[in-house]
């Protein structure tokens, strides 16, 4: 009996897991016309006899949204694991609730005809998108954030998927954003110092007097 009730379990278990995966030729991008760089991810595996059964954490990432960034925080619990976005690729994404839910694309590894479905829960950062420097994940007003886009032609709503014009060797993503975080002033340059004159040789002390 305890066999069967186990059998049963396992199965709606493998049923509910498998209702998150999808056909990626049944999949349309008119469908998901949301884009999602992930900048930052915090992930926690849980296994059952040795087979991943889920995966939950949160992260930091930029949604694009008719052509305009905004910084988001979010967390999830899905049946595969959600990687960090390399370079500048993203995920194709849309909301089931407007800046609360969001339902995120994620290839199936090995398996080019399959996309596995995970939905995070966000808090929007309003005004806000997210860059990096130096591997390190920071803020700034999304209007400076679009700035770069437009400057270096990123887009990747319409297909502009790789910014031009970069600096070379400059950070993953955003490498003419201030080096300072936004709303900070940098520190005043010091004025280089000055070379110093030598030092004068001392006179020496006049000989005393002969005794009379």
């Known amino acids: 009996m305890r066999r ?6 396992s199965g709606l278990a493998v049923c509910l897991l498998g209702s ?7 999949i349309s991008s008119a469908d998901y016309p949301l884009r999602v760089h992930v900048f930052m991810i915090n992930e926690h595996f849980q296994y059952y006899y040795g087979s991943l059964v889920h ?3 949160n992260g930091r990432a930029n949604v694009y949204e008719n052509s305009v960034p905004a910084a988001f925080d979010f967390d999830f ?10 370079g500048y690729e993203t995920y194709m994404a849309r909301w089931k ?3 609360s839910k969001m339902e995120l694309l994620i290839p199936d590894m090995g398996h080019p005809d399959k996309v596995d479905l995970c939905v995070l829960d966000v808090s ?7 860059y990096k420097r130096a591997g390190i994940t920071l803020e700034e007003p999304a209007a400076s954030f679009k700035d770069w886009m437009v400057k270096h032609q990123y887009d990747p709503e319409h297909g502009l998927n790789q910014p031009i014009n970069l600096t070379q060797g400059g950070p993953t993503v955003n490498e003419d954003t201030p080096a300072t975080p936004p709303n900070q002033a940098a520190p005043p340059a010091q004025a280089p110092p000055q ?3 030598p030092p004068q040789p001392q006179t020496p002390p006049p000989a005393p007097a ?3």
């Open 97 to 99: 609730k407007p800046g």
């Open 77 to 86: 619990r899905c049946n595969v694991r959600l990687m960090g976005s390399m």
């Open 20 to 26: 998150t995966a999808a056909s990626a030729s049944r």
């Open 4 to 9: 069967a009730l186990f059998c049963v379990l």
């Open 195 to 197: 070379p110093q004159a």
């Open 124 to 130: 929007m950062k309003t005004g806000m998108a997210y």
């Open 210 to 212: 002969p005794p009379q």
């Open 55 to 57: 995966v939950d954490g």
